[in-house]
C-alpha cells in the first residue's frame, strides 16, 4: 500500500485522489492487481517442491499442471464474455472465492483426486481473476493506455516481487501448509474490494459479432505474434525453477529473491514503456527492443555463474515487461470497449495456448538434455520474431 501511495502521490496521471473519482479507480484497480499478484507468487512457483514433499510422482505433478494449464485456455474467452455480460466486479469475488477455498483445501489434504480438484477450482479462479479485473481497467480507462496500463502492470510486478520474497521467507521459516493457509486467508479477505470496486455497464451480443471482432488480419497476427513470444512461459514452466534449484543451487529463499528481483524490472519496464508509448515512441520500436531483451536474456540466464545467470535474467525481466504494456495497449487499441471483455479473453487464449504448447515442447527437453536448454532454445524463438514486427508494421498499426 505504502508503495501504491508513494506512485500516486507524484499522481503520475494528473489526476487528483481528492477531486477526481477517476483517480481513485485507478488506485482501487492497482492495489487488487497487486494483492493478487503477492498472494499467486507467495506460493505458486514453489508448489512443485511442496508436491514432491507430499509424495506425488512426477506423472501426477505433470497432470496437475496440465489441468492447470487446460483450464486456463478453456476458460479464458468465457471469462471474458461474463465480464461484458455481467459486473466483472462480482466475477472478481467469485474469483478470489475459488481461489482461497482451493488453496485451504491443498493445504489439508494429500489425496490426488481431492488435490486435482483444487487445482482445477484454482486454475478456474486463477483465470476468471485475471481476466475480469483486465476487463474492468479497459472498460474504466479506454483513453491514456500507455500511462495507465503502464502504471497497472508496474504495480502488479510490485506485488509479485515483494510475494515472491516474503513466500520464500516464510516458506524456509515455516512450511507449505502454514503459508498455504495463509495466502488462503488473504484471497478471502481480497473478497470485500467487491464493495469498493465500480459497476461496468453489463452488455449482450452475439458470439458472431466477437468472431468478426477477431477474425482480421491485424488481430489475427497480432494473436499469432503472441502465441509464440508465450512459448517461452512453456519453458519457465517446466524448467525454470528446477534450473534455479539444481543448477544454481539456490535455496528456497534465494529463489525468491532471484525471481523477485526479476519482477521489479518487469514493473519498471512496465512504468517506461508505458510512458514512452503514451508519448508517441514507435511501438514497432518498442517491440522489437523488448523482443531482442527477452531472448538474449532468457539465452544468458543459462549461465551456471549467479551474478552472471541474474545480471541476463534481468534483461529478460525487462524484455517481458516491455511486451506486457504493448499487449495490453494493442487490446485497447484494436478492440470496441463494449466487447473487449470477451476480445481481450480471445487473446488470452491464444497467450496460454503459447505457454501449454511450450511446455509440451520443452518439458521433454529439458528432461533429457538438461533444464537450461529449454530457456535458451525459448529465447533464440523469442529472437527470431524481431523480423515479424519490423517487417508488417500494419499489423501493429494499434497505437495513435
Not at 64 to 77: Q, R
Not at 180 to 195: A, D, E, N, Q, T
Not at 312 to 324: A, E, K
Amino acid at each position: 500500500m505504502l508503495v501504491l501511495k508513494y506512485v500516486f502521490k507524484y499522481d503520475p496521471l494528473n489526476l487528483s485522489l481528492v477531486k477526481n473519482p477517476a483517480s481513485h479507480t485507478l488506485y482501487l484497480l492497482c492495489s487488487l492487481s497487486a494483492a493478487g499478484a503477492f498472494a499467486l507468487s507467495t506460493t505458486a512457483f514453489f508448489m512443485p517442491v511442496y508436491l514432491k514433499q507430499i509424495g506425488f510422482s512426477g506423472q501426477q505433478i505433470g497432470v496437475l499442471y496440465a489441468v492447470l494449464s487446460i483450464t486456463s485456455i478453456v476458460a479464458s474467452f468465457p471469462s471474458g464474455l461474463a465480464s461484458d455480460r455481467f459486473f466483472a466486479r462480482d466475477l472478481i469475488a467469485l474469483a478470489l472465492f475459488l481461489m482461497g477455498t482451493s488453496l485451504f483445501i491443498k493445504s489439508e489434504t494429500s489425496l490426488f483426486p481431492i488435490f486435482l480438484g483444487a487445482y482445477l477450482a484454482y486454475g478456474l479462479g486463477q483465470n476468471l481473476f485475471r481476466v475480469s479485473l483486465d476487463a474492468l481497467l479497459f472498460k474504466t480507462f479506454p483513453q491514456g493506455v500507455g500511462k495507465i496500463y503502464g502504471i497497472f502492470n508496474a504495480l502488479r510486478m510490485a506485488g509479485f516481487t515483494l510475494g515472491g520474497v516474503v513466500g520464500g521467507l516464510l516458506l524456509a521459516r515455516f512450511d507449505f501448509v502454514f503459508t498455504l493457509k495463509l495466502v488462503s486467508g488473504l484471497y478471502l479477505i481480497l473478497i470485500f474490494y467487491r464493495f469498493l470496486l465500480p459497476k461496468n455497464v453489463p452488455v449482450k451480443f452475439g458470439l458472431k459479432r466477437y468472431w468478426f471482432d477477431f477474425w482480421k488480419p491485424r488481430v489475427l497476427f497480432f494473436a499469432l505474434w503472441l502465441y509464440l513470444f508465450y512459448l517461452h512461459w512453456g519453458a519457465e514452466f517446466t524448467s525454470y525453477g528446477l534450473f534455479l534449484r539444481e543448477n544454481l543451487g539456490l535455496s528456497l529463499s534465494g529463489m525468491g529473491f532471484y525471481m523477485a528481483s526479476e519482477f521489479a524490472t518487469v514493473g519498471i519496464a512496465s512504468y517506461l514503456m508505458g510512458n514512452l508509448l503514451h508519448r508517441g515512441v514507435s511501438p514497432y520500436f518498442i517491440a522489437a527492443l523488448g523482443l531482442f531483451c527477452s531472448g538474449i536474456g532468457h539465452m544468458g540466464m543459462v549461465i551456471e555463474n549467479l551474478p552472471v545467470s541474474l545480471f541476463f535474467r534481468l534483461i529478460h525481466g525487462f524484455g517481458d515487461g516491455t511486451i506486457m504494456v504493448l499487449s495490453y495497449v494493442g487490446i485497447a487499441k484494436l478492440f470496441k470497449v463494449e466487447r473487449i471483455g470477451g476480445n481481450s479473453g480471445l487473446i488470452t487464449f491464444a497467450i496460454m495456448l503459447g505457454s501449454f504448447t511450450g511446455a509440451l515442447i520443452f518439458g521433454p527437453l529439458g528432461e533429457k538434455f538438461g533444464y537450461g536448454w529449454p530457456l535458451f532454445v525459448s529465447g533464440l524463438i523469442t529472437l527470431l520474431l524481431i523480423p515479424f514486427v519490423l517487417l508488417p508494421k500494419k499489423a501493429f498499426k494499434f497505437v495513435d
